[in-house]
């Protein structure tokens, strides 16, 4: 080993021999290291610091070092606390929060589009589109389409079509793309219709509304249009990326879980990953091209050990979505008893792939919203799981333990597939406000008893670490509106729940505010492999946190929750948010 002689220093020496002290290079390096880190590190005080750790739950102040790792947690007497880098800023501190099931890009897309969310009428989505093309006069050509997000036919009283855009004369002619408030259905304009063959056969796992006019393509058959979508550049999505980080920092968003990333767009993520506009933490989900395919080949297993990016899982898809009857239900619709879903990929293909990824060493993410697509989705896991650890002694949940499979969305389980889930320990990623959206119409689809025994548990998997997210950008990204409809199971937008339930839908299935603070803090640290180090204000942690204008225990009413503003976000011991307060004139 290399060592070098270091001269006594006051008298003595850190390791004595003679006249000097002989220490390796490593050890050396280490020293440094502590110094540099003691010398430039910077300690906040707050009135108060919620922790997430048991053994300091409460505090007033913590360290971070010059790599933005938190070093010390203490509590000190407000008394003694002077006026330099310990004085008690006028706030209070949170961990950061995660958003355990959005999608970065394509958020940052829908900042760039048409907001088609709350329209009521066809008239109301097609003033947006034209208020949109105004604004945007190169919009609507060939290589770069009109694009939004947020329509809803139950809305409208009616499946939308192509004539329905060509009936505005601004709009006629125009190349539009609309996704559904799920983003399970893609309608688009009479021009798209024009690229494709005169005949278009049935796809399977996905719908071609034909009736009463051609315009809407849903789940796999919605690959028939994003084939022909021009796509956007580098440059483009690197704006899109840029400003979808502003707007979660803005909420107190720290970190999220990206639910299905292409492998260019994960190459993309890499290159960027190290700049100063990448101020939101990213678990990828890796999507192949073509969906529900094995593509190992394409990508690498890639975790940078500063935690700005982990590519470490997979996404697969179970199913479609409830509100256009694409999910895939064991027994038909109660409103539509003719179909019972689409299922994306057939049971024995999903094991396949659940088996071949997972031995590739890539968590495995099925989503799932049907009952007989979550009952697949645990099927799959489970014969992965026995293949990964072919102990049979050894119980199941103890190599789930180790892989942590999710089923992203878990939205109507059967009770006997709940009853597997917790026997294996399948970790549940679920959207608080995806009940509140769906309850006016859920037991229209899904009918009383099946709704009740089945739909939206949140309360009844606690045990199972769930991941709370948002679905962004199908619902609003705002974590504390998640939080509103965990504690309340009443919608963020209106503070009502369905006639009938003056307590919230199916209120039993309720969080209280601890619980769903842990869900979007600790339940995305654990589903992402990054416990002690995410969601937590802990020595060794990422020293991420949100600073707000009172405790939230302390709020008089939960109804605050809904405009919820955050003052300061902080990643990695830098700020990237701080909220301009108004001074009235």
């Known amino acids: 080993m290399d060592r ?18 002989v ?40 360290t971070v070092s010059p790599k933005g790792i938190i070093t010390n947690v203490y509590a000190v007497d407000d008394s003694k606390i002077g006026s330099g880098s310990e004085a008690l800023s006028k706030g ?42 105004d604004k945007n006069p190169q919009a609507g050509s060939k290589m770069e389409w009109i694009t939004g997000v947020g329509w809803d036919q139950m809305a409208y009283g009616k499946m939308p079509m192509a004539d329905d855009l060509s009936a505005d004369e601004i709009l006629n002619g125009k190349f539009i793309a609309l996704s559904r408030v799920d983003v399970h259905c893609i309608w688009v304009s009479q021009a798209v219709l024009d690229l494709l063959p005169e005949t278009i056969p049935d796809v399977p796992g996905g719908e071609i509304v034909r009736d009463p006019g051609m315009g809407v393509f849903c789940d796999n058959a919605m690959d028939i249009i994003m084939a022909l979508w021009p796509k956007p550049s580098n440059e483009k999505k690197s704006t899109f990326i840029k400003s979808a980080m502003t707007s979660l ?4 968003i720290v970190g999220m879980h990206d639910a299905g990333v292409t492998p260019d767009n994960l190459a993309l993520y890499q290159s960027l990953a190290s700049g100063n506009d ?25 975790v940078r050990a500063d935690g700005r990016l982990s590519i470490q899982s997979v996404k697969l898809f179970g199913d479609g ?24 990929v057939n049971a024995t293909e999903l094991t396949y792939l659940a088996t071949a990824w997972s031995r590739r060493g890539f968590q495995v993410n099925i989503h799932a919203i049907g009952d007989l697509a979550n009952r697949y989705a645990v099927d799959a896991m489970t014969v992965a799981l026995r293949l990964l650890c072919p102990d049979l002694t050894q119980p199941l949940s103890l190599c789930q333990a180790k892989h942590r499979f999710r089923i992203e969305h878990s939205q109507i389980i059967h009770p006997a597939d709940q009853d597997r889930i917790h026997a294996v320990g399948i970790i549940p990623s679920i959207q608080p406000t995806h009940a509140t959206s769906d309850m006016a119409y859920a037991e229209l689809r899904l009918g009383h008893e099946r709704t009740a025994a089945e739909a939206y548990r949140m309360r009844s998997l606690l045990d199972l670490n769930p991941v709370l997210g948002s679905d962004f950008p199908v619902e609003p990204a705002d974590p504390f509106q998640g939080l509103y409809a965990a504690i309340t199971r009443k919608s963020p937008h209106t503070g009502q729940a369905p006639e009938g339930f003056p307590d919230g839908w199916y209120a039993e299935e309720t969080l209280d505010l ?42 008089e009413s939960v109804e605050e929750l809904r405009a919820f503003k955050v003052r300061e976000t902080w990643v990695g011991g830098k700020r990237v948010f701080k909220r301009e307060l108004r001074v009235a004139p």
Request: glycine share 10%; hydrophobic share 40%; charged share 20%.
């Open 4 to 21: 070098f002689w270091l001269p006594r220093v006051g008298g003595s020496s850190l390791l004595s021999y003679g006249s000097a002290a």
């Open 23 to 62: 220490v390796s290079i490593a050890a050396l390096l280490k020293l440094q290291e502590q110094a540099t880190n003691y010398f430039g590190s910077e300690t906040h005080c707050f009135k108060s610091v919620r922790t997430n750790w048991d053994d300091i739950p409460t505090a007033n102040c913590f």
């Open 92 to 133: 209070y501190a949170i961990p950061g929060l995660w958003d355990g099931h959005g999608h970065l890009l394509q958020y940052g897309e829908f900042l760039h589009s048409v907001d088609l969310f709350g329209t009521t009428s066809l008239d109301e989505a097609r003033a947006r589109v034209r208020e949109y093309a």
């Open 249 to 252: 920092n803005e909420l107190g």
């Open 278 to 302: 990448w101020t939101v933490r990213v678990y990828a989900m890796v999507e192949c091209f073509k969906r529900n395919t094995f593509c190992a080949d394409e990508v690498e297993r890639h």
């Open 321 to 344: 979505a409830l509100g256009s009857w694409g999910s895939a239900m064991i027994d038909p619709y109660s409103d539509r008893p003719d179909t019972s879903g689409s299922l994306l």
């Open 514 to 555: 601890d619980q769903a603070v842990r869900g979007f803090t600790l339940g995305p640290a654990y589903g992402g492999f990054m416990e002690g180090r995410a969601g937590v204000i802990r020595p060794g942690a990422f020293a991420d946190w949100v600073v707000i204008d009172r405790p939230l225990e302390a709020i």
